[in-house]
């Protein structure tokens, strides 16, 4: 098992690389000059070289991407092009707040897909099934964009109930769930962003719940007599690992990708400020946030790994 | 803008007007030319790579297949969300742009199911029979290794084309995706947000037509999956 653990996690440290050399390389595919937005238009070209060098673009890209590698791992990502403060604080302020939203959201669609996926896959092939069925397939095609707006105008134009947008005045350090004047602020995007995985989580259940009452040890135990309610327990039980791991995955997957829900309700997280970093050309801020977005990643792709072979060992990997 | 943004029904205008005075239904119809577009192509794009490169992969074998799937899943590292609007964003926007992150997103899973099926056909029988009737490579692969890989792979590639769809008009949605005045429903959502406090029900019109999209594809996608996987 050790040894196993130990394979995977050196394995996960090229791939780290490959990540970085990514994350560096990807503003080499913009076009045009990284120095046009710092620059004045009448600027001249001793001002542009001197900038340049500044800032390190005149290096040969090996040597640029060598820098940055060393400073990144010491905790240096570099200062914001557009506010001038350090580009790890603005990231790890920013993580926090969508940790919040993306924490919220797995868990109220595990908690809801886990239930719902086990009845379909329990009643599989019968109406009830069909029904929690078309629940999933709603779910995972559903543009959560439009249905945060669809959720803002039901909730906060017609009804008045919640806020709009925004994260209320405190930050995520003072956060507390039970304090209703920030969590009012979480609700509306925790439910948008449970939504798509919610179905993905539900399918995965149906389909795991489905394969394991189909063993012969489910036919020996209801031979034995065994209620029903019981039987039902030791499918779960059986099911639960890869249900975690499909759990986790979208965890990493949402605190990446929930950029567009973020815009949508001014959520200061990480999606936001990635949208602004793109719009203003951010270059350490989008490479930052990029490298630390995907570490979050690959570490719990890692996680998941490791935990879902820990309890159920017949899962291995190469 | 109040003037000019009618409701649904107003007169001639049956699903009403946006912000600017443009009919709803007409620039629903021809974003939908833009949302096709950008969820088949870069599907297609896709398959064609990533099929390729992983029945390659899968049929040489050895170092050269440790290399491509080592790359795909440095790829695979990112969420496609992520990867997609900064592949897109760095390379300012726009529809090409769009299409050529969304084939870059879409070629990883295609390639690793492309290679994963290959893998478990060429150890069978049948293929070192063939071999050893003197079959080249090339045809083994063609009789033989396609016919059993192209079954998981369109089931996976008409799934995505839902996901294409959507994350190509959450492109549009940031402003990455095609100019105005090109209609295009992600747009049309962005644009329309402003006037989510006068007129709710206008506004919620791209993306109804997003999602009935994005659900006929998955629905599609499932329809496949029952007729071609024997087990589900």
């Not at chain 1, 309890?311 to 190469?318: H, K, M, N, V």
């Not at chain 2, 940031?174 to 429903?185: A, I, M």
């Amino acid at each position: 098992m050790w040894a196993y653990a130990g394979r995977r996690i050196l394995y996960a440290v090229p791939i780290a690389i490959g990540v970085t050399v990514i994350c560096f390389g990807l503003v080499f595919l913009a076009p045009g000059d990284p120095m046009v937005n710092l620059l004045p238009p009448d600027a001249s070209p001793a001002d542009a070289a001197y900038l340049r060098k500044l800032y390190g673009f005149d290096q040969p890209v090996p040597i640029q991407y060598a820098k940055w590698l060393l400073r990144a791992v010491t905790g240096d990502l570099g200062t914001s092009l557009q506010t001038g403060r350090p580009v790890i604080s603005e990231v790890g302020r920013a993580l926090s707040n969508t940790i919040v939203i993306s924490l919220g959201a797995v868990l109220l669609a595990f908690s809801l897909a886990f239930v719902l996926g086990t009845l379909a896959g329990y009643y599989a092939g019968r109406p009830a099934d069909r029904a929690l069925t078309a629940v999933s397939v709603v779910g995972v095609s559903v543009p959560n964009y439009w249905l945060g707006m669809v959720l803002i105008i039901v909730f906060s134009v017609q009804l008045g109930l919640l806020p709009a947008t925004g994260m209320g005045s405190a930050g995520s350090d003072t956060f507390s769930l039970f304090n209703w004047e920030q969590v009012k602020y979480a609700i509306l995007p925790v439910i948008t962003l449970s939504m798509v995985p919610l179905g993905i989580i539900m399918r995965n259940t149906r389909a795991a719940i489905a394969e394991v009452l189909a063993n012969d040890f489910v036919q020996t135990l209801r031979a034995k007599g065994l209620p029903e309610t019981m039987v039902l327990r030791h499918a779960v039980r059986n099911a639960f690992p890869q249900v975690l791991a499909v759990m986790g995955l979208q965890f990493g997957y949402l605190v990446g990708g929930s950029i567009l829900i973020e815009t949508i309700f001014t959520w200061p997280g990480t999606g936001f400020l990635l949208s602004k970093a793109i719009l203003t050309r951010d270059i350490p801020v989008l490479q930052g946030a990029i490298l630390v977005l995907a570490m979050c990643f690959v570490a719990t792709n890692l996680a998941v790994d490791l935990l879902q072979t820990a309890i159920d060992p017949r899962i291995r990997r190469t | 803008m109040a003037f000019r943004l009618n409701p649904i029904g107003f007169r001639d205008f049956r699903l009403g007007t946006d912000e600017l005075g443009r009919d709803m239904l007409s620039r629903l119809i021809w974003g939908g030319r833009m949302s096709l577009l950008m969820g088949l192509v870069p599907v297609l794009v896709a398959t064609a790579i990533g099929g390729t490169l992983g029945v390659v992969a899968g049929f040489v074998g050895g170092k050269l297949n440790m290399l491509i799937m080592r790359t795909m899943d440095i790829f695979y590292a990112f969420p496609s969300v992520l990867l997609a609007i900064a592949i897109s964003g760095m390379m300012g926007g726009g529809m090409y742009s769009g299409l050529i992150a969304l084939s870059m997103v879409f070629v990883p899973p295609l390639c690793r199911i492309a290679e994963t099926a290959t893998t478990q056909v060429r150890h069978l029988d049948f293929v070192e029979a063939a071999r050893a009737s003197g079959a080249s490579s090339g045809s083994i692969i063609l009789h033989h290794v396609v016919g059993n890989v192209l079954a998981p792979v369109l089931i996976y590639a008409s799934s995505l084309i839902s996901v294409s769809v959507l994350l190509s008009a959450g492109l549009s949605f940031l402003g990455l995706g095609v100019e105005p005045p090109t209609p295009d429903w992600g747009l049309m959502l962005s644009t329309l947000r402003q006037a989510i406090y006068v007129q709710p029900l206008v506004c919620a019109l791209p993306g109804a037509a997003i999602f009935i999209t994005s659900l006929s594809f998955n629905l599609v996608s499932d329809g496949l999956r029952h007729a071609m996987d024997v087990r589900i």
